[in-house]
Structure formats: C-alpha cells, structure tokens
C-alpha cells in the first residue's frame, strides 16, 4: 500500500521552467520477519527492486522466497560457497588491535574472506549475507573459530605473546544447537586458553531470543570466552541487557570515529560512548581508526584500543607475523601523539 502511494506521488508529471518531466521509480520491498540482519533484508529489498525494473514506469515489488531461489538458480552462488567451504577456499586475514596505553598490539580480529577461483578475494560482504541467509554461515563460523584457533596456536609457536583473538559471531550461530559443544571441542582440541577467545556480537544479534543468547553466552563465559559488543552505536541497546550478559568490551563503530574530526558532534558521541563504557567497566576500542588527528582525539577521551587502517588492514597470516615482528613501529603509532 505503501508502495503504491510511493510510485502514484513520484509517477506526478513535475514541471521545471514550464515542461513537463516524467520520472520513473522501481521499490522494492522487503519484510523484515524472515531475516535476522540488515544485510539480508537489504539484499531482498535489491532482488524485489531488480524485479520492478522490469516493469514500465514507477513500479514496486515485494520479495517472495521463488525469485530468490530463481536469482540463485543464475548464479548458484550458494552451492559455489558450498564448494568453497569443502575445497577450503576460505581464507582469513587478521587485523591488529592497539592498546593506546601501552601503544602495542593486544589483539587480533579474524575477518572472513573468499579465494574465489574467477572472481578473485571476495569480501564478506559479498557472501556472508547469503550464508546467514542460507544457514551455510553455520558451518561457515565453525570453520572461521576453527582456523582462528589453529592460527592462535601458530603464533604462539613462533614466540610471539598470547593476543586476544575476536572472531565475528552472528546470531544464527546462536540458533545451532551445537554451538556450545562445538566450540568447547574446537577449544579443548586446538589446546588454546580459552581465556584469549573473544567473540563479536552486534547489537542486534544480542537483543533477538535474548534468553536463548544469554544462556549461551554465560556458557560460554564460564569457559573464560570473552564477547564484546560490535558496531555499537548502530543498533539498539538496551543498557538493562547490557549489565546482565558477559561482556568485556564495547566496540565503537567506525561510522562514529570516521566524522570525529570534522563534526562536533561525532566528537562527543565518541567521547560520551567511551564513558558510558568506562562507567559500565567496560573496555573502549574505537574502529576504523584512519589518521592521526583521530587518534589523538581517542587517546585523550581515555579510549583503551584503536583499530583501523592507520595501525594495519586485515593481513593474512604470513603478512601478520611480519607485522608483529616489528614492534617499534606500533610503539611510536600510540605515543607520537602526546
Ligand atoms: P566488522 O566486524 O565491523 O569488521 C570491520 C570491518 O571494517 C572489516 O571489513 C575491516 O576490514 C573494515 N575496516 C577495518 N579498519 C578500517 C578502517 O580504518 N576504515 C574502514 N573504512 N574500514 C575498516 P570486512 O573485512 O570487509 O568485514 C565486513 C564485515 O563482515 C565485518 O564487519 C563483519 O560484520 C563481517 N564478517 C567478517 N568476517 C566474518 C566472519 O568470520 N563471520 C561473520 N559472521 N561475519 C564476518
Ligand atoms: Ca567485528
Ligand atoms: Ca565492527
């Protein structure tokens, strides 16, 4: 309905220096009570809308689960990822987290990739949306926590000291049944202390089937796992929640950090979110963290960790290691600035 009186407002000839001008406008709708995150519902919404272009003039769509099907049918991208998972064309990078005290890296994020044997490195953008939306994330996130914790080990092996490692967890990981004894054998199996294991939620994916969530999550804890809140800022906390699960850690988005030189306004979001943190005993990382002006700026909030493209992109393994190695430079990234 809404979508008609959309298409019947925009279809309105508009008059610019006395002509006349017709435009044309595709929608597509998508409902929200299928998926569990914004990327799938976004995802649909593009699929309804590729299906109302095909109509003549202003036109709109609402996504059904056949054109999906029929989408994929093209480009079977689904059991391409299927593959992927079996030939082991997964691969993961590790981006590097800066204790701004201390100025040296604390700790890892494990962020997915595709070797995609055409189409090249693929970002999770371009297939994690599909898998949570498929279920094959399920498997997909076995694998992730499973390398992550091989790759832990590894570099313990090379002398390197313990860093915390945060993988990226979505809520319907917390849907398998499995996942607790799963994890506790990939833990127990991989040698690691758990204690050095940090899973990232975002706030959406607390706030769902928050029972279910929570138990898990103090499950998990009880192993020594830590969690921290991703994208905060984004979604919707409720602070209530907040104080009642295990988390160690609050993740301010890098939307938020990305303004804070040029608006006021980002500046004191990201000052305030960062003593709404300390005053929950929480620990701060700010993301996305791309010059030194911001960095300052975080460091003299009293932010905890930084990450972003200033200390180092996601870097595959072997790259890392190389990183690491050359501590000085980290050393310098959070103290020049004082
Ligand atoms: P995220 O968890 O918020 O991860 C941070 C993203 O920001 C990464 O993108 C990272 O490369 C990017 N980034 C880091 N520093 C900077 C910076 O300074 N500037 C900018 N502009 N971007 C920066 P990436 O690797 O493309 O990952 C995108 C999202 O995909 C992640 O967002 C996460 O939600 C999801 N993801 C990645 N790996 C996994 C996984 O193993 N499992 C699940 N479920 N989701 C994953
Ligand atoms: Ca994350
Ligand atoms: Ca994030």
Redo the contacts with the bound molecule.
């Keep these: 309905l809404v979508g008609e009186q959309i298409c019947e407002a925009l279809a309105e000839p508009y008059w610019v220096d006395g002509e006349s001008l017709l435009l044309g406008c595709s929608l597509g709708l998508a409902h929200a009570n299928s998926v569990s995150a914004a990327d799938p519902l976004m995802w649909h919404a593009n699929i309804a809308m590729q299906q109302a272009k095909g109509q003549q003039g202003c036109a709109y769509h609402v996504y059904d689960e056949r054109i999906t099907r029929d989408a994929r049918g093209q480009t079977d991208l689904e059991g391409e990822l299927r593959r992927a998972l079996r030939r082991d064309e997964l691969v993961l990078h590790y981006q590097p987290r800066l204790c701004l005290k201390a100025g040296r890296v604390v700790g890892l994020?494990a962020?997915v990739r595709w070797q995609h044997p055409e189409r090249g490195l693929l970002p999770p953008s371009e297939f994690v949306p599909l898998a949570e939306e498929s279920g094959l994330i399920v498997p997909l996130g076995y694998w992730v926590i499973s390398r992550a914790l091989r790759d832990m080990q590894w570099l313990l092996g090379r002398g390197l000291p313990p860093l915390h490692m945060?993988v990226?967890l979505s809520f319907r990981q917390f849907q398998d049944s499995q996942l607790l004894p799963t994890l506790s054998r990939l833990i127990a199996e991989r040698g690691v202390d758990a204690r050095w294991l940090e899973f990232?939620l975002t706030e959406t994916a607390i706030m769902r089937r928050s029972d279910q969530v929570q138990q898990t999550m103090l499950a998990l804890g009880e192993l020594g796992v830590r969690f921290?809140l991703?994208?905060f800022g984004t979604g919707f906390s409720s602070f209530v929640h907040l104080n009642n699960l295990p988390i160690t850690l609050l993740?301010i988005d890098k939307s938020f950090v990305g303004g804070m030189t040029e608006r006021t306004e980002n500046r004191q979001l990201v000052r305030a979110m960062i003593n709404l943190a300390h005053n929950l005993n929480l620990e701060v990382v700010a993301?996305g963290v791309e010059d030194t002006e911001q960095m300052m700026l975080l460091r003299q909030f009293g932010c905890d960790q930084a990450q972003g493209y200033l200390i180092s992109k996601g870097l595959p393994l072997n790259e890392l290691v190389r990183f690491l190695m050359q501590a000085p430079r980290h050393a310098q990234l959070g103290m020049a600035q004082n």
Excluded: V
């Design positions: 994020e962020l945060a990226n990232e921290s991703d994208d993740k993301e």
